[in-house]
């Protein structure tokens, strides 16, 4: 079993930044890449990012390239988000997910773990 673990939400002003990180705990698996989705009040969860493992190959939903970066550090088994140039629009739960098989990067279905999520709240 995998645990998740995020932290860095909070709130922020409009074209301010936070990062956010997600640990993963692996005793016995073998993660091959891990994703960051989020979800509005009201909204269906959407993907925002995710990165492989092996060789940090990373994809971004479009309304978040330019602005947020996705990273990874394999001997923490630690993915980060850094967002900058937040938007109101951006205000979500932002949950980590990690997976084994992935299949389809930015399908939510391909994920078998999930964190409990973080809150980000951006203000106008």
């Known amino acids: 079993q995998v645990q998740l673990v995020e932290s860095g939400g909070g709130l922020v002003q409009a074209g301010g930044s936070l990062r956010l990180s997600c640990a993963a705990s692996?005793?016995?698996?073998?993660?091959?890449?891990m994703g960051w989705f989020r979800q509005a009040p009201g909204k269906e969860r959407e993907f925002v990012a995710a990165?492989?493992?092996?060789?940090?190959?990373?994809y971004y939903a479009d309304s978040v390239k330019g602005r947020f970066t996705i990273s990874r550090d394999n001997a923490k088994n630690t993915v980060y988000l850094q967002m900058n140039s937040l938007r109101p629009e951006d205000t979500a739960v932002y949950s980590c997910?990690?997976?084994?098989?992935?299949?389809?990067?930015?399908?939510?279905?391909?994920?078998?773990?999930w964190g409990q999520g973080t809150q980000v709240t951006v203000s106008s």
């Open positions: 990165i492989t493992w092996s060789v940090a190959s990373t």
């Open positions: 997910a990690a997976t084994d098989i992935p299949i389809t990067i930015s399908w939510a279905g391909t994920y078998r773990w």
């Open positions: 692996t005793p016995t698996v073998r993660i091959n890449a």
